[in-house]
T-cell receptor
Framework: DTGVSQNPRHKITKRGQNVTFRCDPISEHNRLYWYRQTLGQGPEFLTYFQNEAQLEKSRLLSDRFSAERPKGSFSTLEIQRTEQGDSAMYLC???????????FGQGTRLTVV | AQKVTQAQTEISVVEKEDVTLDCVYETRDTTYYLFWYKQPPSGELVFLIRRNSFDEQNEISGRYSWNFQKSTSSFNFTITASQVVDSAVYFCALSGLNDNAGNMLTFGGGTRLMVKP
């Protein structure tokens, strides 16, 4: 069990640039989740996938955000035209089913300057 | 709407003291899960426990124990004989139990625990 892997661990970008993060879930985990955590706050749900299907999106996920999970394996989260308010830790989690515990990766810390 | 409140933003104790982290939740769901996660400085959220709303029995795991009281909508976490390695931010979280809600977690704001030697 190699755990949930996220890349990159840190990303600094200029405002207006596009960024993409990758999450590799634990093998055979059908569910994959994205959360955002700002400094000093708890994580906030963004979206989740059941295999390759994106089943739920939070209102936090503006039109500039898009997530994919082709073939139901790894997932990518893209932010277009980044804004300073997008600076946060982006956490990915996976679970075997809907009712088993979710395991989190170490996150990607995004800084928009 | 769901809400989780962790009123203690920061707690500082001396090693070997017992410490209780409070968690109060609000939900309209009649069935739900409650969780505790630990976030050490490395940033990764570490799963500690999941409890479903059907089961109000308290649970003990080593130095950790959890007190679930449905009547007061609380799910408190106690660390007995705290150690420096327990220093971290602890999050309480809530999710529904319906088909689509599992693991769509609503987190509290977290409690930063500092254990001094």
């Amino acid at each position: 069990d190699t755990g949930v892997s996220q890349n990159p661990r840190h990303k600094i970008t200029k405002r207006g640039q596009n960024v993409t993060f990758r999450c590799d879930p634990i093998s055979e985990h059908n569910r994959l989740y994205w959360y955002r955590q700002t400094l000093g706050q708890g994580p906030e749900f963004l979206t989740y996938f059941q295999n390759e299907a994106q089943l739920e999106k939070s209102r936090l996920l503006s039109d500039r955000f898009s997530a994919e999970r082709p073939k139901g394996s790894f997932s990518t989260l893209e932010i277009q035209r980044t804004e300073q308010g997008d600076s946060a830790m982006y956490l990915c989690a996976s679970s075997r089913t809907q009712n088993t515990e979710a395991f989190f990766g170490q996150g990607t810390r995004l800084t928009v300057v | 709407a769901q809400k989780v409140t962790q009123a203690q933003t920061e707690i500082s104790v001396v090693e070997k003291e017992d410490v209780t982290l409070d968690c109060v939740y609000e939900t309209r769901d009649t069935t739900y899960y409650l969780f505790w996660y630990k976030q050490p400085p490395s940033g990764e959220l570490v799963f500690l426990i999941r409890r479903n709303s059907f089961d109000e029995q308290n649970e003990i795991s080593g130095r950790y124990s959890w007190n679930f009281q449905k009547s007061t909508s609380s799910f408190n976490f106690t660390i007995t004989a705290s150690q420096v390695v327990d220093s971290a931010v602890y999050f309480c979280a809530l999710s529904g139990l319906n088909d689509n809600a599992g693991n769509m977690l609503t987190f509290g704001g977290g409690t930063r625990l500092m254990v001094k030697p």
